[in-house]
């Protein structure tokens, strides 16, 4: 699988780097040679805003870089820049090792203190000068470092006299925010992070077109040209395949590559430094840098009257039945917590976990959530939140059209008129001074027997069930507010 310059750049326009570090670690010199490509002579002690074109790496994003004084007397300017960026470059000079020390000393406190988080690039400026005598391996000196301040992506020694690495310090910087490793990768574990693995088995699950659990020779070739516009050779195949089996035995079987072989793939990349190529597939699939789907793969109605709201569709209603049918599977009309969080595994969470949901809908006694109860959250979630309805759809595996998904209902204005409702969802505030039963109302409709005690609840708490009337089955919501002053 080829590495990823084809790769999005995850909605970015420009990258703003902001160089940082002790007076004289070569700061300046580090940002002219960028730019002019030769070591310049005769600099301002702080270079205005440098912009690197948008060709001068393969994402084809412009780079901003922003010098920095290290002086007191600038230190408003310079936690302004920081709170600005998109990354950050800290240098040290080779010459001089007490700039080294400061890096954890003073630096990498500061930026914390600030609670400036972005990704760090630590380089070492003036290489060139270092004491020949005096020969430092950075991995025993930064290593310590590294594994206390995980912000660090890299570290790299360059010098602006003989532009050696110079073009390598701005690519790695721009490649932190371009393709972050903390979203994807877990440094403590040394794992996948659990995000990543979700969203990875989603994009698995949707191209296993047979449904057979592997993807084989013309699903993985369909995944290759969807998400880098290039055919897979069949030896290229055969070579996928063996260096799985030689490292994952259970990554690969008679019908093709299984999940644990494609989450495999993608550690074996992100082990390499190829991270842009695990960005690649994310970004083809919809997913932002927080490994949720972005809002142009999310088409929800994003405005609609205040006396109007939003519903499922008879036809999304139908698919989520029919997703509860499928991991009931002990056929009790219940779906387990473990049963529920399978349904969620290619969600990046459980939406349900917390409030306004967690204990919104009726569950039977040992808690599990019913069939009315699982059918209630999706409505409050979609009345709630349409945009959340409609990806957390979209993670469970709806196929039809994102936009036939959702409903904005009528005007109840025209309701009115028409003496006649269209919506399916009603929404009921219940409101009253303390102990004046709301909770015990909610609790009610939830089908919970009354309690002679109870905690007060503070603020909002939503309730929803369905409602059979005369012959009619519709959803009420009831919202408890907790107290009227």
């Known amino acids: 699988m080829p590495g990823g310059n084809s790769a999005a750049a995850g909605g970015k326009t420009g990258v703003r780097i902001v160089v940082v570090g002790d007076r004289g670690t070569g700061k300046s010199s580090l940002i002219a040679a960028a730019a002019t490509e030769s070591f310049p002579e005769n600099l301002s002690p702080v ?23 290290a002086s007191l007397e600038s230190r408003g300017k310079l936690n302004e820049e920081l ?16 700039t080294l020390t400061r890096l954890s000393s003073f630096w990498l406190q500061e930026f914390r203190r600030l609670e400036v988080k972005v990704p760090v690039i630590v380089v070492g400026c003036k290489v060139d000068l270092r004491d020949e005598n005096q020969p430092i391996s950075l991995e025993p000196v930064m290593g310590p470092i590294m594994q206390q301040y995980r912000e660090i992506e890299t570290c790299i020694e360059c010098s602006a006299v003989t532009l050696m690495q110079v073009p390598d310090v701005f690519y790695y910087a721009q490649k932190a925010v371009l393709h972050p490793t903390a979203p994807l990768f877990d440094q403590d574990t040394q794992a996948l992070q659990p ?20 993807l084989n020779d013309a ?20 070579g996928v395949r063996r260096v799985v089996q030689e490292k ?20 074996l990349f992100i082990d390499k430094g190829r991270l842009e190529t695990t960005w690649a597939v994310l970004r083809k699939f919809g997913y932002d840098n927080d490994l949720k789907l972005r809002d142009d793969f999310l088409p929800a109605p994003s405005k609609h009257a205040p006396d109007q709201s939003v519903e499922l569709t008879i036809e999304a209603v139908e698919f989520v039945r029919r997703v509860f049918r499928l991991f009931d599977t002990d056929n009790y009309g219940a779906l387990r917590p473990t049963e529920l969080d ?9 939406p349900w976990g917390e409030a306004p949901y967690k204990d919104a809908a009726e569950r039977n006694t040992p808690g599990n959530l019913t069939l009315k109860g699982f059918l209630s959250e999706w409505a409050l979630m979609t009345m709630l939140d349409p945009r959340g309805s409609l990806a957390n759809l979209l993670y469970i595996g709806y196929g039809g059209n994102p ?46 027997p009354f309690s002679e005690s109870h905690e007060l609840t503070a603020g909002e708490r939503y309730a929803v069930n369905v409602v059979d009337q005369l012959g009619v089955r519709m959803l ?8 009227l002053e």
């Open 47 to 69: 270079l205005p805003p440098t912009r690197l074109p948008a060709d001068f790496f393969p994402d084809r994003v412009p780079i901003i870089i922003i010098d920095t004084s």
């Open 83 to 98: 709170k600005r960026a998109d990354v950050i470059i800290l240098t040290y000079a080779c010459d001089f090792p007490l």
């Open 195 to 214: 995000r990543c693995i979700r969203a990875l088995r989603r994009i698995f699950i949707l191209c296993d077109s047979d449904m057979d659990g592997a």
């Open 219 to 238: 699903e993985l070739n369909d995944f290759q040209v969807k998400c880098f516009d290039a055919p897979l050779q069949p030896a290229e195949i055969v």
């Open 248 to 267: 994952k035995k259970e990554g690969v079987n008679d019908l093709g590559l299984t999940l644990e072989g494609f989450l495999f793939l993608h550690s």
């Open 342 to 350: 399978e349904l969620f595994s290619t969600a990046p969470e459980n």
């Open 403 to 448: 936009a036939s998904a959702l409903h904005v209902t009528r005007r109840r204005s025209v309701d009115r008129k028409k003496q006649q409702a269209e919506r399916n969802v009603f929404h009921c505030l219940v409101f009253g001074p303390k102990n004046a039963g709301k909770s015990t109302l909610l609790n009610s409709f939830l089908g919970r």
């Open 476 to 483: 009420a919501t009831l919202l408890g507010v907790s107290s």
